[in-house]
Nanobody, 124 residues
Framework: QVDLVESGGGLVQTGGSLRLSCAVS????????MAWFRRHPGKEREFVAD????????NVADSVKGRFTISRDNAKNTLYLQMNSLKPEDTAVYYC?????????????????WGQGTQVTVSS
């Protein structure tokens, strides 16, 4: 059983930065397809970014491209999401997800393991 625990959310002003962390236990972050999703109030969960297992290759949603960066630290067994130039529309609950198998782009049903989420609020 893989456990994912997100942290780093909070309240930030427009243009600010936050770094989200996802601590992984019960598995090795390098061997899992890892991703960040988010859910805006009253909306469906949407894909933010992913990182391919066993490789450094990443994908980022168009809505955050150039502002958000996904990465992992194999030594710390942790996934990160660096968020810069934050906008009010980035306000959401952010979720970390993991899959032991290759995951298709943006498809949340490919990820069997999820964290509890961390709230990010961007004030205007």
């Amino acid at each position: 059983q893989v456990d994912l625990v997100e942290s780093g959310g909070g309240l930030v002003q427009t243009g600010g930065s936050l770094r989200l962390s996802c601590a992984v236990s019960g598995g090795t972050v390098r061997t899992y397809a890892m991703a960040w999703f988010r859910r805006h109030p009253g909306k469906e969960r949407e894909f933010v970014a992913d990182i391919i297992r066993f490789s450094p290759f990443t994908n980022v949603a168009d809505s955050v491209k150039g502002r958000f960066t996904i990465s992992r630290d194999n030594a710390k067994n942790t996934l990160y999401l660096q968020m810069n130039s934050l906008k009010p529309e980035d306000t959401a609950v952010y979720y970390c997800a993991a899959s032991p198998n290759p995951a298709r782009y943006g498809l949340e049903t490919d990820y069997p393991y999820w964290g509890q989420g961390t709230q990010v609020t961007v004030s205007s």
